[in-house]
């Protein structure tokens, strides 16, 4: 009987393989299924927190985007981020004519695709103004029709009294000049932002991190993109902005109580700003290395990048080395000594200083 069973098992799934892979004269449907291939960032955790890569800023044909709204979904998962958050304009709708829906429409359609696939989906929306507000992501909201109003300040308490965490985004753009208006210093100390951009799309913007480390808040990279993302960033990987968080479980409560607590660093083009306390923690996270021999002070070292990010370390005044992912290299540090980080930024112009212990 057991092997009847076991039999007729057999024989079901090899009738569903075969429906799967029908081949014959009229059809013969290949075994690609690239709508199924997932890439791998390899980031470690750090202490206890899962490092999870996220992007805060992506927009579909219900604002000024060029595409539907499940396919960011797609798209991000391809890619191995852990979270998007949908953040289409709450003012600018050029296609609402023919693109019918509310402020909430996009989220609802890439959460029907984002719970299929078990993929985390944040509801946000962009509140766009000019300068000197410019314009901010409201994000982990519950309803965006309400932001809606003629007062952007409103829009923004409102936002607050649904839980939201506040983004405020290209701090650079238009006009080419990163400035700290009194309206954003007014609303920073009354806790109404939490994060700044300091990656958006293809800038950089360097001053903000004069803000973060004295206003004490969170850097984000993100991608704002409006086309179809391999068309912004190309094919390859870890191309595109993302957010790392570093939170205490996969989950949207999870990179919500992160972004509260500032644990975020910002990647984008094999550049990393963070707080050093983060930068600090995620580099040793993802570099191991051992001494071999120590000839005065002289330390031959065997150092292992077990990361997807290239990582460039000067050793002296006169010589950097490039730790390459998931790569040996051998090589000499001065005993004891220490090391710069040229693609961290802990600040303005500032890279990342270890000691680097020999013992």
């Not at 808040?217 to 912004?232: K, V, Y």
């Not at 002289?298 to 992912?325: C, G, M, Q, Y």
Request: aromatic share 8%; net charge negative.
């Amino acid at each position: 009987m057991i092997k009847k069973m076991l039999f007729s098992g057999m024989l079901f799934v090899w009738a569903v393989l075969s429906h799967a892979q029908m081949q014959n004269d009229d059809v013969w449907k290949t075994d690609m299924g690239k709508a199924n291939v997932r890439e791998v960032i390899r980031i470690p955790d750090i202490e206890g927190y899962q490092t999870l890569k996220c992007d805060f800023h992506v927009h579909t044909v219900f604002s000024d985007g060029k595409v539907w709204p499940d396919v960011r979904v797609d798209e991000a998962w391809q890619q191995g981020l852990d979270a998007i958050a949908m953040t289409d304009h709450i003012e600018y709708r050029p296609f609402k004519e023919k693109v019918i829906g509310d402020m909430n429409e996009s989220y609802a359609i890439a959460k029907k695709r984002a719970d299929q696939i078990g993929f985390i989906l944040i509801r946000g929306s962009e509140i766009t103004r000019n300068k000197p507000l410019g314009h901010l992501n409201a994000l982990f909201l519950t309803d965006s029709n309400p932001l809606n109003t003629e007062d952007p300040l409103e829009a923004i308490d409102i936002a607050r009294k649904q839980g939201a965490v506040v983004l405020w985004n290209h701090p650079g753009w238009p006009d080419n000049k990163s400035t700290l208006y009194d309206v954003h210093e007014k609303l920073i100390a009354e806790k109404k932002i939490d994060m700044v951009e300091v990656h958006n799309h293809m800038e950089y913007y360097p001053l903000s991190f004069e803000w973060i480390n004295k206003y004490d808040l969170a850097p984000s990279a993100n991608s704002d993109t409006h086309s179809l993302i391999t068309s912004e960033y190309g094919m390859g990987k870890m191309t595109r902005p993302v957010t790392l968080v570093f939170a205490g479980e996969r989950s949207e409560a999870a990179i919500k109580e992160a972004l509260i607590a500032r644990r975020t660093a910002a990647l984008f083009n094999n550049i990393i700003m963070a707080k050093k306390e983060w930068a600090e923690k995620l580099f040793w996270a993802s570099v191991k290395y051992r001494i071999l021999s120590i000839d005065g002070m002289s330390a031959t070292v065997e150092v292992e990048n077990i990361s997807d990010i290239s990582f460039i370390v000067r050793k002296s005044a006169n010589e950097k080395i490039t730790l390459p992912p998931g790569k040996i290299i051998r090589t000499k540090f001065t005993a004891p000594g220490t090391i710069t980080i040229e693609n961290i930024y802990t600040g303005h112009n500032k890279n990342l200083v270890l000691d680097l212990p020999m013992e």
